[in-house]
């Protein structure tokens, strides 16, 4: 992890799949669930996902616990780039960014980067947020290369 001039820490990950593998992951909004961290279930993805503007409906927590709401594409650049709004509330809502690198023909390095933009978490100081959220990224990039590189290896994926 390495700390932004804005605070923010980004975590990084070396994947044995290619960049196209990753975004083939990120582009299917019904594996949301999988690689998101706290993320308990996805209700429905919007056509076109992840064009700009299209939402996934999802749902976090631990049931019975579990609150519905819905993320959506702020930017995407496939297959670098991809930044969310994730809405959580009543915690609120957090901007994700997470960017592809690609380092050679069956590797890449994602970085990933979240932070608190609206609501109660923005209450919360930001070198205490940040905290929280950079282990729960390491933990998420983690779960997204099992699916990018298993995937790849099976090749499922161009």
């Known amino acids: 992890m390495e700390q932004l001039d804005k605070g923010v820490v980004t975590v ?16 299917d909004g019904w ?4 690689w998101v961290v706290g993320a308990s279930r996805v209700r429905g993805v919007d056509e076109g996902w992840p064009a700009e503007g299209t939402r996934i409906h999802h749902s976090f927590g631990v ?3 579990v609150v ?8 995407s650049v ?13 915690a609120g809502e957090a901007e994700v ?14 970085a990933m980067a979240e932070d608190a933009v609206t ?7 930001q070198p205490l947020r940040q905290l929280a959220i950079g282990p729960r990224n390491v933990e998420a ?13 099976q090749g499922l994926t161009p």
Do not use: N
């Not at 496939?78 to 009543?90: F, S, Y």
């Open 63 to 65: 049931w019975p616990a």
């Open 12 to 27: 990084t990950r070396e994947f044995k799949a290619p960049a196209q593998a990753v975004w083939d992951v990120l582009s």
């Open 78 to 90: 496939p297959p670098t780039e991809l930044v969310l709004r994730a809405k959580g509330w009543p």
């Open 119 to 125: 609501g109660p978490g923005t209450l919360m100081p």
């Open 141 to 153: 990039l983690r779960r997204l290369a099992y699916l990018a590189e298993g995937r790849h290896r």
């Open 31 to 34: 594996f949301y669930a999988t």
């Open 97 to 110: 960014v997470i960017t592809v690198t690609p380092a050679g023909d069956d590797t890449c390095t994602v």
């Open 68 to 75: 519905s709401d819905t993320t959506h594409v702020l930017r």
